[in-house]
T-cell receptor
């Protein structure tokens, strides 16, 4: 299968500090990964598309300088929440397309990491 | 812009059949997907419709009508473990997947 792993699962930090979340594709290479944010009982909101070896593409309304994304290798993308504040507390989930995503009949299925729950005090 | 509307909550009993609707408005469309998410967990893929009609996968079926910008997920022979949130999602571009508002399904004994 296509396994995506996130770390850490839970993180609590003080207001004003930065937090880094890692997203790894364990058994396949992912040139593109997607970062979503989900508030309690709400939908998944796409924050940005992470592209290996190039700059991330951010969705409208997402602050590039606050949510730094680095996709330095084919199996790792990182999201850094800089100068975190309580309103940044949320569930952050990464995802990637599987290894056969370009094939005919591609369903566009995304494989999600376990998610990282950020609490900013 | 993109918008995908779903009912916020649906309740049913074990063994019943439930239909979760999704209406969408997107600037691009490459297909409609459905995902299941248990509380605190990651979304998992259920089904995908690129063309009009019904797709069946075990107890779950999904339907799409592109002319109506509408689709639904049908869950049969409901089980307690089906209690979860269900999201429709549209491939609005080659890469991007935009999710619906989500429907919380509560299955009771």
């Amino acid at each position: 299968g296509a396994v995506v792993s996130q770390h850490p699962s839970w993180v609590i930090c003080k207001s004003g500090t930065s937090v880094k979340i890692e997203c790894r594709s364990l058994d396949f290479q992912a040139t593109t990964m997607f970062w979503y944010r989900q508030f309690p009982k709400q939908s998944l909101m796409l924050m940005a598309t992470s592209n290996e070896g190039s700059k991330a593409t951010y969705e409208q309304g997402v602050e590039k300088d606050k949510f730094l994304i680095n996709h330095a290798s084919l199996t790792l993308s990182t999201l850094t929440v800089t100068s975190a504040h309580p309103e940044d507390s949320s569930f952050y989930i990464c995802s990637a397309r599987g290894p056969n995503s370009a094939g005919q009949g591609n369903t566009g299925e995304l494989f999600f990491g376990e998610g990282s729950r950020l609490t900013v005090l | 812009g993109q918008s995908l509307e779903q009912p916020s909550e649906v309740t049913a009993v074990e063994g019943a059949i439930v239909q979760i609707n999704c209406t969408y408005q997107t600037s691009g469309f490459y297909g409609l997907s459905w995902y299941q998410q248990h509380d605190g967990g990651a979304p998992t893929f259920l089904s995908y419709n690129a063309l009009d009609g019904l797709e069946e996968t075990g107890r779950f079926s999904s339907f799409l009508s592109r002319s109506d910008s509408y689709g639904y997920l049908l869950l049969q022979e409901l089980q307690m473990k089906d209690s979860a949130s269900y999201f429709c999602a549209v491939r609005a571009g080659f890469q991007k997947l935009v999710f619906g508002t989500g429907t919380r399904l509560l299955v009771s004994p």
